[in-house]
């Protein structure tokens, strides 16, 4: 049988982490597991359905709301449907399972529930049409599903007799009409033999249910303890996510809970249950990732860990010592199968704080055994033993180096500081020279770069056989991880922390310092400098240049100078502030305006926010990749890159909007200094250019192109992880993005790390010298790197202003309706309406007018980011003054009364 069809199959997950009853405890790992499940789901290597052919529900979910997403995604089913509930389960006098939701009342089961019965006959009836219908439930008693059908539930004995027979069959599928756990003719949705849909157990019908269980109708399920998921749960997402080697390129649905229920009866926990119609188990098949990546080892077994019952809160340990069952664990001699980077990019390096041992918690779902007792003894195992690292990004790039990332147990384990204290807390964190660990590295041929050993520490030592050797440090306990961005993510347990970086380092890059340093390493990677090209006289290979990059360090304009920077020494007067025929000066807008009288008889103001303006201005823009030539009464051309110094100040345009051409938005009042960007945007409004000077840069391209296109499809690959997909729009789309950040919190942490990663990169590119007051005064070396390309920077952040302009005159002329504040990615207007439906234009066929604002998640469309009255604005006006801006303060998505008094 091939993989079910991913583009005639769907899959509605639920996962509930929290309860109002105070005898249901929390269930995070309930969460995480659906969450999960959903992206292996997604995964072409496992199965390749469609975002949108995926739906996750959380702990805000209702009856109606779970039955309705299974009706929907059962009526466009014609061939496998997939349902899993995790979370709680509670059963009546009478036997009868109930999957409970957030509001559950353990007293009475009847309440804040699904009855199982009703999920049961959702999927039957709505999934008239699907080939396969498969239903997976991981709470406590789940096994009462066998018993809610027309016959019986199958003993311990049945499941017993069954494994046996086929054992000695030497099949791998149940025994002769008798389904893998259910008696014959017995099926957990109401058919019996013969039925027309059902055919015989034992027949050829490729029609058929399938339900897999936790647990027996009796029994509990659980949570082993420190893990990130359900016992059940974890084991079937260990399976998906090793695959299993020696199995082929397929592995059934039979051949997964086979051995699912081997490793639970090892460790005496209670057995899966699995009840099938039409041998359908053994004919749903998902891909194998050991066969189709051969460096990927298979499950193994282990001893038992302990575990706490789904009734228990979640409490992880800290330090958490592996739980066998979840991962792949290796002895320090054992030689690691597969591929150089079987284990992932990065490492989550723990230590106990008992024994001593050191645990490094891989990206890939290894749980390593790490031998390492020293610092340098670690980066020895990490480029020799541990297989970490990830591919090159670009054929001409290199391979990124070993990530590890170190927990405070590890630091004090390799003798570390845990945390910074007293003066080396403030300021330029690094670790000084004469610390006892960086002597011991030194006599081991380790050395940290230029930079120092800081809170991101790489550290290399001479190139051994040809190759590099460089390990990237990441110390959690002294703040690598900024929480603006990544939040608590530094206090989770090991396993998480991985799981988190490492997602990122699949959809990005492998981090190795703040997002702004790692989105600027994004675009050497995916543009290298050089590349490999035979030397025509030796037969030989050498080292070229490569199109298209920035191939070495050139000198910036002197307008493009941030101050500070050299060349500006002797120019002007001490403390003298450049005026804009000295200097460029392109930057987003932040602009206001007061109301018109109009407006103020309107009810709100509605502000919305374009996604990753940045990242959008970035793709196709022709950047310059070498040194400007200095120019004296030019002819302007759209297609040089430079910088162009004109006097614009007999524009005018309508004064309720903003002037494209300055940042402040208020009328250029002579000569400055603009980016080609800004200057084509003027002469598509018909404004004669006529520039006094400029510096241009004959060599250009499309420098940014791939690093727009690898953060677009990151940040969309993410979102569809929370629920929301590039295909949404209007309502249904602001009703995803209500909800979207209150499942899983780990997807909106790596959301918020890569949008950090694309403003902070572009940021980079211009990045000017420390600032007085932050620490001790360290030497600005970003000049004499080839990506300080402050032109560059300019070019983007132009292009994104004027990009939101055009929609804005657009909108403008198209309805009469203008922007009442701006501020970077914000727009505000006024409205009558509280949501940005209220005020987009729309054609007679319904669609968003062109050339407009539309809604979407996309690098360049627009969300709704927030919704105040009117007389909120009014007031803000009135008691912060008319420099105020609310496209600033406007925050929420509702206008509440709190919000109506400021």
């Not at 006097?647 to 309508?654: A, E, G, I, Y």
Request: hydrophobic share 40%; glycine share 10%; aromatic share 6%.
């Amino acid at each position: 049988m091939p993989v079910p069809d991913p583009f005639a199959s769907r899959a509605v997950l639920v996962g509930i982490d929290g309860y109002a009853h105070p005898d249901l405890a929390p269930l995070p790992a309930a969460a995480a597991g659906a969450h999960r499940l959903a992206e292996l789901l997604r995964d072409p290597s496992v199965w390749g359905l469609p975002a949108a052919h995926v739906t996750v529900l959380g702990a805000d979910a209702s009856m109606a709301r779970v039955l309705g997403a299974v009706r929907d995604a059962a009526l466009e089913t014609t061939d496998t449907l997939f349902v899993y509930f995790a979370g709680h389960g509670l059963r009546d006098r009478d036997e009868r399972l109930y999957l409970a939701l957030a509001e559950a009342d353990a007293d009475h089961p009847q309440i804040g529930t699904v009855p199982y019965r009703a999920l049961r006959d959702v999927v039957r009836q709505a999934g008239y049409r699907a080939r396969h219908r498969v239903t997976v439930l991981d709470c406590c008693y789940s096994g009462l599903a066998g018993a809610m059908s027309v016959g019986g539930v199958p003993t311990r004995t049945d499941l017993a007799h069954a494994l046996d027979e086929s054992a000695h069959s030497g099949g791998s599928g149940p025994a002769p009409g008798l389904p893998m756990g259910a008696r014959t003719g017995q099926d957990p949705n109401g058919y019996a033999d013969g039925d027309e849909r059902g055919g015989t157990a034992g027949g050829g019908d490729d029609y058929g249910d399938c339900v897999l269980t936790s647990a027996p109708p009796t029994r509990r399920s659980f949570v082993p303890r420190g893990a990130l998921f359900p016992e059940f749960t974890g084991l079937l997402i260990s399976l998906l996510e090793h695959g299993v080697a020696d199995a082929g390129a397929e592995l059934s649905l039979e051949d997964a809970w086979r051995r699912i229920l081997r490793r639970m009866r090892e460790r005496g926990s209670p057995e899966p249950q699995q009840f099938a119609q039409n041998s359908v188990a053994a004919r749903i098949r998902l891909r194998n990732r050991a066969a189709t990546s051969p460096g990927r080892a298979a499950v193994p077994t282990g001893p038992a860990a302990a575990t706490s019952t789904m009734s228990a809160a979640f409490t992880p340990a800290a330090p958490t010592r592996p739980i066998a069952a979840f991962a792949r664990t290796r002895r320090p001699g054992d030689s690691a199968p597969g591929k150089r980077f079987d284990n992932g990019p990065l490492a989550v390096v723990d230590a106990d704080a008992e024994d001593g041992r050191v645990w490094a918690h891989c990206a890939a779902g290894a749980v390593l055994d790490c031998p390492a007792r020293t610092l340098d003894s670690l980066l020895e195992w990490a480029l020799t033993r541990a297989r970490l690292g990830a591919p090159r990004l670009n054929r001409n790039g290199r391979e990124a180096d070993p990530l590890l990332v170190l927990t405070a147990g590890a630091a004090v384990r390799f003798g570390l500081p845990a945390r910074p204290e007293g003066e080396w807390a403030s300021g330029f964190l690094r670790l000084p020279d004469d610390h006892e660990v960086l002597k011991q590295l030194r006599q081991a041929d380790w050395q940290p770069t230029e930079h120092g050993f800081g809170p991101w520490a790489r550290l290399y030592r001479p190139l051994l056989g040809g190759r590099r050797q460089c390990v990237q440090l990441c110390l959690l306990p002294w703040g690598a991880l900024d929480p603006h961005y990544w939040g608590p993510t530094a206090q989770l347990p090991p396993a998480e922390v991985a799981r988190l970086l490492g997602t990122y380092a699949e959809r990005v890059i492998t981090p190795h310092g703040s997002a702004a340093a790692t989105g600027l390493s994004l675009m050497t990677a995916l543009r290298p400098p050089t590349r490999a090209v035979r030397d025509e006289r030796t037969g030989g290979w050498v080292s070229a240049p490569n199109p298209g990059a920035l191939r070495g360090v050139v000198d910036c304009a002197p307008c493009e100078a941030p101050d500070g920077h050299p060349m500006l020494a002797g120019l002007y007067p001490p403390s003298h502030r450049r005026t804009p025929d000295q200097v460029l000066r392109e930057e987003a807008h932040r602009w206001s305006r007061p109301l018109t009288g109009a407006e103020r008889l309107k009810a709100y103001v509605v502000a919305i926010r374009v996604t990753l303006p940045l990242t959008a201005a970035a793709s196709r823009r022709r950047v310059g990749l070498g040194a400007p030539v200095h120019v004296e009464r030019p002819v302007f051309d759209k297609s040089l890159p430079g910088s162009w110094l004109v006097d614009l100040s007999s524009v005018t345009l309508d004064d309720r909007l903003p002037s494209p051409f300055t940042p402040d938005g208020r009328p250029p009042t002579g000569a400055a200094w603009y980016t080609t960007p800004t200057l084509s945007y003027a002469v598509e409004l018909g404004f004669p250019v006529q520039p006094v000077e400029a510096y241009v840069r004959t060599a250009g391209g499309d420098y940014l192109d791939p690093w727009y296109k690898r953060i677009r499809d990151g940040y969309l690959a993410t979102m569809a992880d929370l629920g929301v997909s590039a295909g949404l729009g209007g309502r249904e789309l602001l009703d995803a993005l209500a909800v979207h950040r209150q499942g899983d919190p780990g997807p909106a942490r790596v959301l918020d790390a890569i949008a950090a990663t694309a403003e902070g990169g572009v940021t980079k590119l211009g990045e000017g010298p420390p600032e007085a007051g932050d620490g001790p005064r360290r030497p600005w070396s970003a000049p004499q790197r080839a990506t300080w390309r402050p032109d560059i920077r300019a070019a983007v952040v132009a292009t994104a202003r004027v990009n939101a302009h055009r929609k804005m005159l657009r909108l403008a002329r198209e309805t009469g309706r203008f922007p009442v504040a701006v501020s970077a990615d914000r727009v505000v207007y006024a409205s009558d309406g509280p949501s940005p439906l209220d005020f987009l234009p729309h054609t007679a066929e319904g669609k968003p007018l062109p050339g407009t604002f539309r809604l979407g998640i996309s690098p360049g469309l627009a969300t709704h980011a927030g919704t105040r009255t009117v007389a909120w604005a009014e007031r803000m006006r009135e008691e912060h003054g008319p420099d105020v801006n609310i496209a600033d303060h406007i925050g929420g998505n509702t206008p509440t009364a709190d919000a109506d008094g400021g």
